[in-house]
């Protein structure tokens, strides 16, 4: 896996051709539902789309990554990426096959990139490392367990549908701004890139996590013979 160094970084390197953006949250806020949209088009497992795929006959269990990606990256086309990548227009791409191997791939055909699976997974790395996604690789051990994931993320869908569309991201800044271990306000936050937000987010868990663990060894509730290296520092995270 490779190493990134993200804290004052503007963009990941794919390749020599494409850039992953680690955008400003000023920037976000306005189209956060576009944008995570976006994000989820290139990090979803087919697990994360179980329900769906069902929806029109087709297996979670045997589709992989780049495949259901070419699914949902059907729209990209229509949708303004600059968010996601710099100088990369998916109006540009069409399908073809590798001649090479027979794989499906996306090319831009003008600017000679081509995205398949070693590209995709690389895109989707970074990502997952911007925004702290874990990717989702479950699988059923037989068809009457994969009828019952099927139906509760079907459940849960259909719960998703009846609440607000209250957005996540206004709820974070507004928890954290509120919170004596986060030292920026309302405005000075929006300055923060998406990725030394996610960090701060998860340093400040972090940081309460370990006050509470010491008030419980202090207060004697709490064994510190029991506690491992890593839950006596709040210095880093996992």
């Not at 390749?15 to 539902?33: M, T």
């Not at 329900?51 to 990256?73: H, K, P, Q, V, Y």
């Not at 925004?131 to 139906?151: C, D, F, L």
Request: net charge negative; hydrophobic share 40%.
């Amino acid at each position: 896996m490779a190493t990134y160094h993200l804290l004052y970084k503007d963009f990941i390197p794919v390749g020599d051709r494409i850039k992953v953006r680690i955008p400003k949250l000023r920037e976000i806020i306005e189209k956060e539902d576009e944008y995570f949209g976006m994000v989820s088009i290139f990090t979803a497992t087919p697990y994360d789309f179980m329900a769906e795929l069902d929806d029109i006959g087709i297996d979670f269990t045997e589709l992989n990554e780049f495949d259901l990606f070419m699914l949902l990256s059907m729209g990209l086309a229509e949708s303004d990426t600059s968010l996601l990548f710099e100088d990369l227009d998916f109006s540009l791409f069409e399908r073809a096959v590798n001649e090479q191997n027979g794989n499906l791939v996306l090319i831009d055909r003008e600017h000679d990139i081509v995205i398949d699976r070693g590209v995709l997974a690389e895109i989707a790395m970074a990502l997952r490392k911007i925004h702290h996604i874990e990717p989702s690789r479950k699988k059923p051990g037989n068809e009457e367990a994969k009828k019952y994931m099927i139906e509760r993320a079907r459940k849960k869908r259909a719960r998703n549908r009846k609440r607000n569309a209250a957005s996540q991201l206004e709820q974070l800044i507004v928890a954290l701004v509120n919170t004596e271990q986060f030292k920026y306000n309302y405005e000075s936050v929006l300055d923060l890139s998406v990725y030394q937000f996610n960090e701060s987010v998860a340093q400040v868990v972090t940081k309460i996590d370990y006050d509470n663990r010491m008030r419980g060894v202090y207060a004697g509730t709490v064994d510190i013979k029991h506690m491992s290296q890593d839950d006596l520092t709040w210095l880093s995270h996992k």
